[in-house]
């Protein structure tokens, strides 16, 4: 079961269309459960009623014309109930429904499974049988299997067609709109660019070609490169090899021969296509093909073809990286959008981000949010392929993407454009103005960085200081390690930016949603594995490195500060602070002039919040990372769309954990901040602020309207604030409580922006 299964997803995942993929599932379906009739139903959205999309053994003439409502029938049962109806004789059931158009008086026994996407029943599918027969135990099964399966690649399959403006059933759909989560706030009105992750043939847009007899030798020096890498290969490992592997590398060179699929890739190529698409296309085909025999030897051809194609890729990427050429204004859209993506777009031409992948708690949504830019994360069904060149909308604040939208759609956007910039020049004049409450109570405004353009923003926003520097994003962007003297550079340039104010550098913090295409991690469980501090550890060169080039940097400036992330046992403290004092002495004893920093130590690991006594006794100051601590503190992995409902740095109980650090590490006398993305939603800087902590460090974008907010409240309003938050039972009451009470005190233009931050 599980081969037919895999045989037939492999073959539906490389359709080109909806309609290929539902004519793929009914033939393979059909003849699996050796049925007379497979079907499938699904939902069009503007009738509410499901229709006949694909069949084999009921009448073709019926298909795209029957249409059944969830009060309707059999099928609308089991849209209705969301579960499966399996019936011997369903000529008796009450609900029965004679479809005249479908001639399907004939059968006698029904199975019927609902595809549900997002607690959605988007179709249904249905086996039918001439002769009475209980579909058993095990068709079931199957079909419930193969069904859960399905519904996100008809769900996107459902896009592509909403995308080229027409949903399934043919009605033109306006304004398509696609689904995500905000990451980042704003509103983005410009043409998408996809990019794609490296060497994923699924993922290929396609885009005509200019000068054919320039692609066609392209790709004919790439194809020659592959297989002298295979003939390479070959020899390398020949010992080693019994003499039916070596066919096997005979055969991939037969395959990449110019005659056999460079043959069909040349073809496409000289019709219009470029390169990429013409071998995704073809790969495509043969990944079908293989997929679909009924043979597991020559079934896992199909295997080879996709290595072999996607090693074709990779070399044709390489070049045409070099050739990328990006809209004036750029929304980059891509299945698992990195830094290093974001970082290729020319400077001031990127205006906005969807990813598939990630939520706004993952690293590049904080970035585009340090950017200023609107984010759209865990956009699961974006076709990416099909919208290249489109022009897009993208709405960081309620996490939607509309493509091509008509001129009444993007003249309400315009307008929602207009207003948010004339609230941020309102705010500019907040610039030059302390952090203070009405009563007098002064909290300091420090900045996120990790670029060097985010601290050029951040001191025109009038940041006080820069409260983490995550020294991991200039890490991201190369390709290797920095050097010693490479890394002293980019640091010396974050402290003279902001000299003589603070800046606070985090050690490398690689691992979870942050790998280094130098140095894979490669983990099950990246957020609970070799991550920051652990991975600094193990490698203590890197560390000794790292801090060396900061302690240089900061020679005559001394505004150094440094911070050691996902700490887990003090141990690691201990290990840290006598590896930056080494690296003290060493400086001192070449000639460097180096002041001692104070060094900080980040609560991120629940577990720390009850060590505050012992970390106290070893670090200078305290910063609360609430991005990992909500993750740690509530078991929700901060990447992932499907939960990222549960995320909340509301939480009742993340709040009892913030306000009892406040509370220990203030009675000890210690500096205390915090720089995840908390500090920079405005209605949660109010209760921070009286909570204690002295320093909220937060994305540039966001600095003045929580200062806008600070100076509109009392420190004792702030207070009694938090003593309610403090005790309702979960996020939602916590919200509306802000909500009410800040609307309360006529600050309702910036509950807006409380909202969206
Ligand atoms: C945090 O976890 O809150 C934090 C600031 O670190 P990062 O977001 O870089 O993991
Ligand atoms: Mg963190």
Redesign the pocket.
């Given at each position: 079961m599980l081969d037919t299964l895999h045989s037939i997803m492999t073959e539906v995942n490389g359709a080109r269309d909806l309609d290929a993929t539902l004519d793929i599932l009914v033939r393979r379906v059909r003849a699996a459960l050796q049925t007379r009739v497979c079907s499938v139903y699904l939902l069009d959205r503007s009738s509410g009623r499901y229709v006949l999309l694909a069949s084999q053994g009921l009448d073709p003439a019926a298909v795209g014309k029957v249409s059944l409502a969830p009060q309707e029938g059999l099928v609308g049962l089991v849209a209705q109930r969301a579960e499966p109806v399996n019936l011997e004789v369903a000529r008796e059931h009450p609900r029965y429904y004679y479809l005249p158009e479908t001639r399907e008086e004939e059968y006698e026994s029904f199975l019927g499974v609902p595809v549900i996407q997002h607690a959605q029943v988007l179709g249904v599918l249905v086996v039918q049988q001439q002769q009475r027969r209980k579909f058993s135990r095990e068709d079931e099964a199957f079909l419930i299997t193969l069904s859960a399966q399905l519904a996100p690649v008809i769900a996107l399959a459902e896009s592509k067609v909403a995308a080229q403006r027409g949903n399934p059933v043919g009605k033109p759909a306006r304004d398509p709109v696609f689904a995500g989560v905000p990451g980042a706030p704003g509103v983005a009105i410009a043409q998408a660019m996809t990019v794609f992750i490296p060497a994923d043939l699924g993922a290929i847009p396609t885009r005509p070609c200019g000068d054919i007899a320039a692609e066609v030798r392209f790709f004919n020096d790439c194809l020659e490169t592959v297989r002298q890498d295979i003939s390479e290969l070959k020899i390398k490992i020949k010992g080693q090899l019994r003499p039916e592997e070596r066919e096997l590398f005979d055969a991939y060179l037969h395959m990449l021969a110019d005659s056999a699929l460079g043959v069909e890739v040349v073809a496409l190529i000289e019709q219009g296509n470029w390169a990429q698409g013409a071998l995704a296309q073809v790969a495509r085909q043969h990944i079908n093909n293989f997929a679909s025999i009924d043979d597991d030897y020559l079934r896992e051809r199909a295997t080879d073809i996709k290595d072999l194609c996607s090693r074709v890729l990779y070399y044709l990427q390489e070049q045409q990286k070099k050739q990328r050429v990006y809209p004036e204004r750029c929304i980059l859209v891509c299945e698992a959008l990195s830094a290093a993506m974001l970082a290729d777009v020319p400077k001031g031409q990127l205006v906005g981000v969807v990813s598939a992948e990630g939520s706004a708690h993952s690293?590049v949504a904080?970035l585009a949010k340090a950017m200023g830019m609107p984010a759209v994360m865990g956009v699961a069904d974006f076709p990416f392929a099909e919208l290249d060149g489109h022009e897009l909308i993208v709405d960081g604040h309620h996490g939607r993407v509309y493509s091509d939208p008509s001129e009444a759609l993007r003249q309400r956007y315009q307008q929602i454009v207009r207003e948010e910039v004339q609230l941020t020049e309102e705010l500019e004049m907040l610039r030059d103005l302390p952090c203070e409450t009405r009563d007098g109570y002064r909290v300091a405004l420090w900045v996120?960085t990790g670029l060097l353009t985010d601290v050029l923003r951040s001191r025109e926003r009038g940041a006080e200081g820069i409260g983490?520097f995550?020294t991991e994003v200039p890490f991201m962007l190369r390709e290797s390690f920095p050097t010693e003297d490479e890394q002293t550079e980019i640091y010396r340039e974050q402290l003279q930016a902001f000299h003589p104010k603070q800046v606070t550098m985090r050690t490398l913090?690689i691992g979870?949603d942050k790998p280094l295409p130098y140095f894979p991690i490669d983990e099950a469980n990246p957020y609970l594995g070799w991550r920051g501090i652990r991975v600094s550890m193990d490698h203590p060169e890197l560390f000794l490195a790292q801090v060396r080039a900061m302690l240089r940097a900061s020679v005559g400036l001394d505004n150094l500060q440094i911070l050691l992330?996902m700490i887990s046992k003090v141990g690691e403290i201990d290990s840290a602070l006598l590896l930056i004092r080494r690296a003290q002495r060493e400086l001192f004893e070449e000639g460097y002039a180096v002041r001692t920093p104070p060094i900080g130590v980040?609560i991120?690991v629940p577990a720390m919040a009850w060590q505050i006594d012992a970390i106290v006794r070893r670090a200078d100051f305290i910063s609360v990372?609430?991005?990992?601590?909500t993750q740690y503190m509530l078991a929700v992995d901060r990447n992932n769309p499907r939960v990222t409902g549960l995320f909340s740095h509301l939480h009742p109980a993340v709040l009892r954990v913030l306000h009892k650090i406040a509370g220990e590490v203030t009675a000890a006398g210690k500096r205390l901040s915090i720089?995840?993305?908390m500090a920079g939603s405005p209605a949660a800087s109010v209760l921070l602020m009286a909570m204690g902590f002295d320093i909220l460090s937060m994305n540039a974008t966001n600095l003045q309207r929580v200062k806008a907010l600070l100076r509109d409240v009392t420190l004792v309003q702030a207070q009694r604030l938090l003593e309610h938050a403090l005790q309702q039972e979960d996020s939602e009451a916590v919200e509306t409580l802000l909500e009410e009470a800040l609307q309360g005190l006529g600050v309702s233009r910036l509950l807006q922006a409380a909202r969206e931050g």
């Open positions: 690293h904080i996120n983490l995550r913090d979870g992330p980040m991120e990372g609430s991005n990992d601590l720089c995840g993305e």
